[in-house]
């Protein structure tokens, strides 16, 4: 998993798989979802991030295998 923040933008995309995108599902006002050509979960795309509460870009994301 990766994660780009666009500072200009206020937005930030999740990258779940290394895949290509085909398509895109917008599944609220500024929230899409990216799936590849057999319908699995790609990535998401969130836009205004500067609204969510407590949403902080400087966040470092730790991931931890179970």
Same mark, same amino acid.
């Given at each position: 998993?990766? #994660? /780009? ?5 206020k937005s930030m995309y999740i990258h779940l798989a +290394?895949?290509?995108?085909?398509? &895109? +599902?917008?599944?609220?006002?500024? @929230? &899409?979802? /990216?799936? /590849?050509? +057999?319908?699995?979960? @790609?990535? #998401?795309? #969130? /836009?205004?991030?500067d609204v969510i509460p ?13």
């Amino acid at each position: 998993m990766k #994660i /780009d923040y666009y500072a200009e933008t206020k937005s930030m995309y999740i990258h779940l798989a +290394d895949r290509v995108s085909a398509a &895109t +599902d917008e599944v609220c006002d500024g @929230v &899409t979802l /990216d799936f /590849d050509a +057999d319908g699995k979960l @790609v990535g #998401i795309g #969130i /836009d205004n991030t500067d609204v969510i509460p407590g949403f902080n870009p400087q966040l470092e994301l730790v991931a931890t295998q179970a």
